[in-house]
């Protein structure tokens, strides 16, 4: 039995932390200038990394990269999060059906990525996420600014401005998730930060949707201990 292990995804705006102790995962999210959480070795650190290193020293052979990751046509410069995001449903979702995995990984950038059942990558695509698309309104324009209240609007097309940017970015997002997802032939899995919130936005049958909001958490758990052969 594995006693205590500690993991980080280092991502383009938070820290992302996974213990992993007694067959139980606990996951938590701090922000890139706060200190190491207590009880944390960075020595025995399991890291990988998407976004800028923090500024806390992390051990080179600790570190899990693309290469790492056993899947099928899948090319080293795809992103850690997103092969882990891969390598964790195709392990743990299960697929009777033989369909293909759709995730989509809603953090600073929305990734949409499709593999098939074996297990072998079949492609994405990659847009703004949610508060990516809100700053850059509120940066690149005159009188737009960030909505304080993120409460899905009803309607589709409103009079009030924050209702109307949170309207637009909303569909935005799911609108690209609805034009690729087939129900008959792909299982679609939702994952990051703003997953439980936009997974509600989705207009689709709610029995074809599955989220877990900390799938490339759990990828990289998997992935070492199936490396340390310890399932």
Request: proline share 4%; hydrophobic share 40%.
């Given at each position: 039995?594995?006693?205590?292990?500690?993991?980080l995804?280092?991502?383009?705006?938070?820290?992302?932390?996974?213990?992993?102790?007694q067959?139980?995962?606990?996951?938590?999210?701090?922000?890139?200038?706060?200190k190491?959480p207590?009880?944390?070795?960075?020595?025995?650190?399991i890291?990988?990394s998407?976004?800028k290193?923090?500024?806390?020293?992390?051990?080179?052979?600790?570190e899990?990269?693309?290469?790492d990751?056993?899947l099928?046509?899948?090319?080293?410069?795809f992103?850690?999060?997103?092969?882990?995001?891969?390598?964790?449903?195709l392990?743990?979702i299960?697929?009777?059906?033989?369909?293909?995995f759709?995730?989509?990984d809603?953090?600073?950038?929305?990734?949409?990525?499709?593999?098939?059942?074996?297990?072998s990558?079949?492609?994405?695509?990659l847009?703004?996420?949610?508060?990516?698309?809100?700053?850059?309104?509120?940066?690149?324009?005159?009188?737009?600014?960030?909505?304080?209240?993120?409460?899905?609007?009803?309607?589709?097309?409103?009079?009030n401005?924050e209702?109307?940017?949170?309207?637009g970015?909303?569909?935005s997002?799911?609108g690209a998730?609805?034009?690729?997802?087939n129900?008959?032939?792909?299982?679609?899995?939702t994952c990051g930060?703003?997953?439980?919130?936009?997974?509600?936005?989705?207009?689709?049958?709610r029995?074809?949707?599955?989220?877990?909001?900390?799938?490339?958490?759990?990828?990289?758990?998997?992935?070492?201990?199936?490396?340390?052969q310890?399932?």
């Amino acid at each position: 039995m594995v006693s205590n292990i500690n993991f980080l995804l280092v991502g383009n705006s938070r820290l992302h932390w996974a213990n992993y102790s007694q067959n139980q995962s606990k996951f938590f999210h701090t922000k890139k200038d706060e200190k190491v959480p207590e009880n944390i070795d960075c020595n025995q650190l399991i890291w990988a990394s998407v976004g800028k290193l923090p500024h806390f020293s992390l051990k080179e052979e600790n570190e899990i990269k693309t290469q790492d990751i056993q899947l099928s046509n899948l090319p080293d410069y795809f992103g850690i999060d997103r092969a882990l995001a891969c390598f964790a449903a195709l392990k743990t979702i299960e697929n009777p059906l033989k369909k293909n995995f759709l995730i989509a990984d809603f953090g600073t950038i929305l990734s949409i990525t499709k593999l098939n059942s074996n297990g072998s990558i079949i492609g994405g695509q990659l847009i703004p996420g949610f508060l990516t698309q809100l700053k850059s309104m509120e940066q690149n324009t005159k009188n737009l600014k960030v909505p304080k209240n993120y409460q899905i609007p009803t309607k589709e097309f409103l009079i009030n401005t924050e209702e109307a940017i949170l309207k637009g970015v909303i569909n935005s997002l799911t609108g690209a998730i609805n034009s690729s997802f087939n129900p008959l032939m792909d299982i679609l899995i939702t994952c990051g930060g703003d997953s439980q919130f936009l997974t509600n936005a989705l207009e689709m049958n709610r029995k074809n949707i599955i989220n877990v909001p900390n799938l490339v958490m759990e990828g990289m758990i998997i992935h070492y201990l199936s490396i340390k052969q310890l399932i």
